[in-house]
């Protein structure tokens, strides 16, 4: 199609004019594609057909030279179009991107452009402006190591201060002032490495920013990544996998290290916190089941048929500082008991302190989940969870439990249509011929979507409907963002963000008269954390010391003045989990004038056992760590999956009931009588529309039917709540999900609501159902303050949760909330902090990688459904594996369609890091051989690695004892693309044909061990199945080289096979990914492409299930003959 819209093209893409935003790699060819409702008439473009202005609803597509895509457009309404720019080096690395914000900046388009540069400093020259609001990224001369990534420029307020410096001549700046910067990454590799390979492995990670003029970073955050074997084990040189993390990696700074330690196999057999001895309760162990008689747990011994699976993960040691009248002093022992023949977890024990819980799970044929059941002895029991399937398509359509049950229903094309939970209310969706959803009705009412082509050619949705609360519309900015929302009465929200895509600013108004009702601005920190947060209701400023912990927030409202609340937290050192407990909060109330005050200070005072617990008085924890008491005198008591039960506080009593997903179905408020008694009972009844734990509809009172419902918007956020027939309450929520005001929509009630940094609502508010953290429906309904966080109780006043984290790693410890960091980061779930700053996560994670049965049960079998995954308590897998529901709900459906749209569009957020994260699957993607290949089959022969299929039996040669054997393939991997190529040859006749590889598919070179291809040396010698060596006698380096078909083998035990190189057989491993050290023992590699689903265009992310489900497939129908090579047990073949 044309490149200029004079020649019929929709957009100016000619050199002269790609160079107006600083594009030098203009493009030279162009596609657009039209989605499935426009037709434009042909299938080549002329002058006039579709014509310059025929492309609205097209998505074009910019090629260069070398067929690299450097541009992608959509329609615009300023008629220049949403363009995002991607420039490369010769390796294909993306080195340059400008996402189409940037460009509209750089070319001076769009409301508020002047006003933006002003902001920014930037220069008039729209090119010169460009390189200012563009990602770059530096690689190595081999094109291999991502080294520096400079992030646009954006305002920041600064945290330390700037010194002078006098060449070139520069001012100090002072911490405070707001600056323009950019972010500015730093990457080292290889530091310390054992010899003279090249292994790429990142060391030193260095964050920071540049001002311009100043030639040193400020700010710069220092992280440190190790690869020995500082405990022990196998070196993490040898597996490529981290063996240590240190954050605050600088003289003078926490340098808090974790560490892991690895097995002969790779396995992470040990993982310890900062500051543990490897005998304390800072470290995680896993013992794996043996054939032969076991050293370290005698009962994983002697188990031939799991060998090499988990058995036991259990603490290093005793907990210290436990007071023992209120808590045990040991920390639980999580064991598996049994496997099924094919590997599934059968049976899970959880003990301590005499107390212990099991899980027994049942599996079908087809390796799905058919039952889970929890018991134990501490805790209000659960009943079986049951799922049933659509036996031709596999959906999870009934989901059962105590005599109730979940229902689902699923069109041919698996979209759900129908889903009725526990409780007689069905959610129902209408899709129209294009496969939108449109309408989605409940028994209470209905919300239709609609898609105005006009309006949005994209194709986003452009208004909701609610039956009862009325229409809310939505527009969309140039990469998919949100830039304002309609509500019913006549109000209107606007969101701003800055260069880099963050959302900075967002203002509620009437539009009849121009009141703003609500507004608020943030400023941010070169670490991308809140500085400051101005709103209408009160204003907020914020410190944060070098490790991201939250210490001093500075609180402004009218009624309260100025009150200053400061944190202090353990700096024992003992670790970074044990930094994160809040020693102190000091609560310094505003002056008499309002103002801030240092006099007059409330201190509240905390300390902690080594298992982070509260010692403070009046906190008592079971055997399973979950908080049974609380320093206010309230009672908790919980099911046996760790869900709270009831809670009991002062005469009040409040207890949840739990649907067959087990989430909370409904709860009762009692009050406690003169004579001891309960009574005067009302009740809720919570009513589900999809799988998720968000309420579409409560009933207020089960014995009156009065009821609200909820209402989401354009956005999915909570944006009003209604009853049956009216009483529509808007709510309006800040950038941080908190519903800071609600309204009628005639204004004749407003309600603001306030709250600190920890969700601490201001004195004198009255309970709000969805106040903080509103926008997401986490319930404030729960008695002594807390919220319902998903999985867990969440404590604002505390700042920390009141169970166990069930993922470990999850947080920086078992009870932390958001490492300290409730500003910049949410836990919506219980399980996961989420945090848009840059931040030292990696450290609490590496220090639990050894605990292999995660959970609050210990459950860890994999391909399961959704809701027997939620029976285990583990949402964010129940999410992940959304079995049957293409988004995981039927009343979001089209919301969250919709965010997938605006996630392709590469929203300027995402697309800051695109060119490392790109970077990174690069160096970590599928890496196999030429299609024609020979591997050595079991039988002797050769057959191109293309024409073997699953099931065919290869020769398999173990490295380190020589022997041989027949292995079963289990998968067969395709890839595709522009792949880095090695040729490697062992003879100098050219009638032979070298080995083709991708650079980091290992080979064995004796001495060294596996190496990858690009590492390979000419003069290293190759491993044969015999015991023979052959020298690589060449070595090439091809480069990156567009559309290449690649294949690699996924071979069952022994995981090596052998290729035929020139005239000589070589060893290589089945590994084709850099990949963890967990998976080198499994070989089950994500993001492959199954040769048979490859045919139909699906994907599958993790194959253990489809391994499994060969392997049960082939053992059914397949034939059994006894094992070759003197091996025990029986060879199953099925061709």
């Known amino acids: 199609m044309p490149l200029t819209r004079g020649a019929g093209g929709p957009y100016d893409m000619d050199g002269a004019t790609a160079a107006t935003w600083g594009q030098s790699d203009a493009p030279t060819d162009a596609t657009a594609v039209f989605d499935v409702e426009s037709d434009p008439g042909t299938h080549t473009a002329t002058a006039t057909t579709p014509g310059k202005d025929g492309y609205q609803q097209a998505a074009v597509h910019y090629l260069n030279a070398s067929a690299q895509e450097v541009n992608s457009a959509t329609w615009s309404p300023t008629s220049v179009g949403d363009i995002d720019t991607t420039e490369y080096d010769r390796f294909g690395n993306a080195v340059r991107t400008l996402d189409a914000s940037g460009r509209m900046l750089a070319l001076g388009k769009g409301d508020g452009a002047d006003g933006a540069a002003a902001e920014l400093e930037l220069p008039d020259d729209s ?20 080294l520096e990534e400079l992030g646009p420029v954006y305002r920041a307020q600064l945290e330390e201060d700037v010194p002078a410096q006098s060449d070139p001549p520069m001012p100090t700046v002072k911490a405070g002032e707001s600056v323009v910067v950019r972010s500015h990454t730093v990457h080292v590799y290889d530091e310390g490495k054992p010899d003279g390979a090249a292994y790429h492995l990142e060391t030193t990670t260095r964050e920071g920013a540049r001002i311009e003029g100043y030639t040193a970073d400020v700010e710069v955050r220092v992280t440190k990544t190790g690869y020995g074997a500082p405990i022990g084990g196998t070196s993490g040189w040898t597996l490529r996998a981290e063996t240590s993390v240190t954050t605050d990696a600088v003289t003078g700074g926490a340098n808090l290290t974790s560490t892991i330690k690895y097995d002969a196999a790779g396995r992470a057999v040990e993982s310890r916190r900062p500051g543990s001895d490897g005998a304390d309760a800072g470290t995680v162990k896993t013992v794996f089941c043996t054939a032969g008689a076991n050293p370290d747990d005698a009962s994983c011994g002697n188990r031939p048929e799991w060998a090499g699976n988990p058995c036991v993960t259990l603490p290093g040691g005793k907990v210290t500082g436990a007071d023992t009248a209120r808590m045990p002093d040991t920390l639980p022992i999580k064991r598996i008991t049994r496997y099924s023949r094919f590997g599934d977890i059968e049976e899970t024990t959880e003990t301590n302190a005499g ?47 105590d005599g109730k049950t979940v229902t689902r229903v699923f069109d041919l094309l698996d979209r759900l249509l ?32 609609a898609y105005d082509r006009t309006l949005e050619p994209r194709g986003f949705v452009t208004s909701v409907t609610d039956s009862v609360a009325g229409t809310f519309t939505a527009k969309y900015g140039p990469d998919g963002q949100m830039v304002e929302q309609t509500y019913p009465g006549g109000y209107v929200r606007k969101d701003t963000y800055n260069a880099v895509g963050e959302a900075t600013g967002r203002t509620y108004t009437r539009t009849s008269d121009g009141a703003v009702v609500y507004g608020q601005h943030i400023e941010l920190t070169t670490q991308g954390a809140i500085a400051s947060d101005t709103a209408s209701t009160d204003s907020k400023e914020y410190s944060y010391d070098r490790l991201g912990r939250l210490t001093k927030a500075v609180q402004s409202t009218t009624a309260q003045g100025c009150v200053t609340r400061s944190y202090g937290f353990d700096e024992s050192g003992r670790s970074i ?20 005050a240092t006099t007059g200070a409330a201190v509240t005072t905390s300390s902690y056992d080594s298992a982070d617990r509260l010692l403070t008085a009046g906190y008592t924890y079971d055997a399973f760590g979950r908080t049974t008491a609380t320093g206010t005198g309230s009672a908790n008591t919980y099911w046996a999956n760790d869900l709270v039960a009831s809670q009991t506080a002062g005469d009040t009593r409040q207890s949840w009931t739990l649907d067959p997903a087990l989430r909370f179905e409904a709860f009762t408020t009692e009050k406690k009588q003169a004579d001891g008694t309960w009574a005067n009972a009302t009740s809720k009844l919570n009513h589900y529309g999809d799988d998720s734990d968000e309420p579409r509809w409560i009933i207020e009172d089960t014995t009156q039917g009065t009821l609200t419902r909820n209402v989401s918007g354009p956005d999915g956020d909570l944006t009003a709540t209604t009853s049956a027939t009216g009483d529509v309450q808007l709510q309006f929520a800040n950038l941080h999900g908190d519903v800071s005001v609600t309204l009628d929509t005639a204004m004749t009630a407003p309600k603001v609501l306030l709250y600190d940094e920890f969700g ?34 969440y404590s604002p006043e505390l700042g920390r949760f009141l169970q166990t984290d069930p993922d470990a790693g999850g947080n920086a410890n078992a009870y932390d909330y958001c490492t300290g960091d409730p500003v910049n980061c949410v836990d919506l779930d219980g399980h996961w902090g989420f945090s848009w700053k840059k931040a030292f996560r990696r450290v609490a994670r590496v220090a639990e990688v050894a605990s292999y049965i995660p959970g609050p049960i210990g459950n860890i079998a994999s391909a399961v459904g959704a809701i027997s995954y939620a029976a285990t308590g583990n949402w964010r897998k129940a999410a992940e594996m959304g079995v049957g529901v293409a988004f995981g709900s039927a009343g979001r459906l089209a919301v969250k369609g919709f965010k997938a749209a605006r996630a392709l569009r590469k929203a300027s957020r995402v697309r800051r890091s695109f060119s490392r994260a790109r970077s990174v699957f690069r160096r970590s993607r599928c890496n196999s051989f030429a299609p024609d290949t020979p591997v050595l089959m079991a039988d002797g022969s050769y057959l191109p690695i293309d024409a073997i299929e699953i099931g065919d039996y290869v020769a398999a040669t173990d490295p380190e004892t020589g022997e041989t054997y027949a292995e079963p393939v289990l998968d067969v991997i395709e890839g595709y693309g522009t792949k880095h190529l090695i040729e490697i040859d062992t003879d100098l006749d050219p009638s032979t044909l070298p080995l083709q590889a991708t650079a980091d598919h290992p080979l064995w070179v004796v001495g060294k061990g596996w190496v990858k291809a690009a590492d390979v040396k000419a003069g290293d010698s190759l491993k044969s199945p015999d015991g023979s060596t052959h020298e690589a006698t060449t070595v090439i380096n091809r480069g990156q080289l567009p559309d290449q078909l690649v294949f690699n083998l996924n071979v069952g035990n022994t995981h090596t ?3 035929h190189v020139a005239a000589a057989d070589v060893l290589v491993h089945n590994s084709s990914c850099r990949i963890s050290s967990r998976d080198w023992s499994g070989h089950i590699y994500p993001r492959h492409i199954s040769r048979n689903s490859f045919k139909k265009k699906t994907k599958f992310y993790g194959s253990r299930h489809h391994v499994r489900g060969l392997i049960k497939d082939t053992v059914r129908t397949g034939t059994r003959s006894k094992a070759k090579n003197g091996r025990p047990g029986h060879l199953y073949e099925k061709r």
Do not use: H
Request: hydrophobic residues 30%; glycine residues 10%.
């Open 577 to 596: 989990a044990g930094r994160m407990n809040r020693t102190s909060k000091t609560v310094t109330p505003a002056a008499e004038d309002g103002s801030c």
């Open 355 to 401: 107390k212990s819980r099991k899980t027994v799970t049942a599996y079908d044929a087809a390796d799905r989940i058919l039952s889970t059941e929890i018991t134990s002895d501490v805790g209000k029991a659960l009943p079986q969870v049951t799922t049933e399937y659509d036996p031709v398509t596999g959906n999870a359509v009934k989901t059962m439990a």
């Open 418 to 449: 129908s889903y009725s939970d526990a409780d007689g209310g069905t959610t129902t969706t209408e899709f129209d011929k294009y496969g939108k959803p449109v309408k989605v009705g409940d028994n209470t009412g209905s919300t239709t979507y």
């Open 760 to 793: 601490v609502p201001t004195d004198g508010q009255a309970s709000q159902r969805y106040g903080w953290l509103g926008a997401k429906q986490r319930s404030g309904e729960a008695l002594d303050g807390v919220i319902l966080m998903g999985a867990r109780l």
């Open 1057 to 1059: 096979y052998v290729v």
């Open 127 to 146: 090119a010169a402006r460009a390189a200012m609001l563009d990602s770059r990224s530096v690689y190595s001369r081999d094109g291999l190591d991502l």
